[in-house]
């Protein structure tokens, strides 16, 4: 049985546990097997290209015959978006407004979480293309609170709205001319019509993330990491994700039974994979390739 069988698969876990490497050895052994493979990373502090010992960037790049792998530039990507919104802007609002519509944009842009909703932006543009363009999707993801965080990503998409809008009211207070021209219909805002209909977009998305996709927590087994890995589990349940195998990596020779005990029953209900503690890091394709493969226990009922 293959870790998972949904065309989404996302890899959580505390930091530095081998969600990376997981993933990377995961997506390759799907490729191997012939499907069309896409590896995304939304770790703000890539790290997929190094893992796989290949440059990755902006766009997806290559691998293997079919895996793919991509580092989405979050600032790059917030760019194209403002520019977006503001050409979009312009074919709605009169040239004398467009100044104050692009500073209205350039807070926006700068508005906390930005480039996090930037990043899921960009996986929600990657799920729109399965399975059209990729059978399988795999996701690398930044340490547990962050996967969070972008599975409730509706409410992530909030800063691109609230900047606006309390840029809009600031102007208006200030600019009381441009922000009356601007908005010529009272109550009808082209910008921050788009900007919401990106919001309803990612709902979309987020409902399809608990249809085709699954998390695959990874973890290892020390007692320090087990709680974090019990409350992610049951933060993922509670949030009607499914959960995929899950991951008992860097398992050491002298390992703590008990330990392992407690992780096997968590990971009962899924199914579980244990990967050895090896004794250089998996680095580079053939490395990741030699890792066990990706194969678990049944689920039980
Ligand atoms: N089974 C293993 N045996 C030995 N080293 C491993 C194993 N799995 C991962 N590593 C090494 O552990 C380090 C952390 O792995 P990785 O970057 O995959 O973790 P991560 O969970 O993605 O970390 P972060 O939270 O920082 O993104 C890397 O140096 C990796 O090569
Ligand atoms: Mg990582």
């Known amino acids: ?18 969600k990376t490497t997981l993933a990377a050895a995961h997506a390759l052994a799907l490729a191997d097997s012939g499907q069309r ?19 990755l960037g902006d766009r997806p790049r290559r691998v293997t015959g079919c895996l793919w792998a991509v580092e989405p530039d979050a600032e790059a990507t917030v760019r194209r978006r403002i520019i977006q919104v503001a050409d979009e802007a312009r074919t709605v609002v009169p040239d004398e407004v467009m100044p104050a519509v692009r500073r209205h944009l350039r807070h926006a842009a700068a508005a906390p979480g930005m480039v996090e909703s930037a990043l899921h932006d960009r996986l929600i543009d990657y799920v729109d293309q399965v399975p059209e363009t990729w059978d399988r999707l795999v996701v690398d993801s930044a340490p547990t609170g962050h ?30 001319f441009a922000a009356s021209v601007f908005d010529p ?14 919001q309803r977009r990612l709902a979309a998305a987020a409902a399809r993330l608990r249809t085709d996709a699954a998390v695959c927590l ?34 050491p020779s002298r390992v ?35 890792l066990p493969r990706l194969t678990g226990a049944e689920p039980g009922p």
């Open 218 to 251: 990874v973890t290892v087994p020390r007692r320090a990491v087990v709680a974090e890995t019990r409350r992610a589990a049951a933060a993922l349940r509670d949030d009607g994700i499914p959960l995929g195998v899950g991951v008992v990596n860097q398992v």
């Open 1 to 18: 049985m293959l870790l998972t069988g949904a065309a989404i698969t996302l890899f959580g876990g505390k930091g530095g546990v081998g």
């Open 37 to 55: 493979t896409l590896l995304v990373s939304t770790d703000p502090a890539h790290s997929l290209g190094d893992i796989l010992d290949v440059r």
């Open 147 to 176: 996967l969070l965080r972008m599975l409730a990503l509706p409410t992530l998409l909030a800063p691109w709205v609230h900047g606006l809008i309390q840029q809009r009211e600031r102007a208006r207070a200030v600019d009381g």
């Open 256 to 290: 703590d039974t008990a330990v392992l005990t407690e992780l096997r029953a968590l990971f009962a209900p899924v199914g579980w994979v244990e990967v050895p503690l090896l004794d250089t890091e998996p680095i580079g394709v053939a490395a990741l390739r030699a």
């Open 185 to 198: 219909e009272p109550g009808r805002d082209p910008v921050v019509e788009k900007l919401r209909a990106r």
